[in-house]
């Protein structure tokens, strides 16, 4: 099982990873490692400064992935960063920023 010490519990130790099974978007089963108890923390963090809903603990990668897009990196590079093993499995990760949705509005011709 891995074990990193990038992020400790508040009793100084390495949060516990635990083996999940899904089905992969192809219909294949397969295995990963989730940090479940880090995961409840980031979301009771998320609560605790009045964002919860809609708050998790993918909220940062969202954020890495739209940044990167919005500054010009690729598809296939986000995917790496994210260690996706398929490009497909990006889309959940990009949000489209408020300002962007409101400029892509603006420039429509309406023709009036």
Do not use: C
């Not at 990873?17 to 989730?34: D, T």
């Amino acid at each position: 099982m891995p074990r990193t010490r990038l992020i400790l519990t508040q009793k100084g130790g390495p949060f516990e990873l635990s083996m999940k099974r899904r089905v992969s978007f192809e219909g294949e089963p397969m295995e990963y490692w989730a940090a479940d108890s880090l995961q409840s923390y980031v979301t009771g963090l998320y609560r605790a400064s009045g964002l919860g809903a809609g708050y998790s603990s993918h909220s940062g990668r969202r954020t890495f992935a739209t940044r990167l897009i919005a500054n010009g990196q690729s598809l296939e590079t986000v995917q790496i960063l994210l260690g996706h093993s398929h490009i497909d499995h990006v889309a959940p990760y990009l949000e489209a920023p408020q300002r962007d949705l409101r400029e892509a509005i603006a420039e429509i011709d309406l023709g009036e």
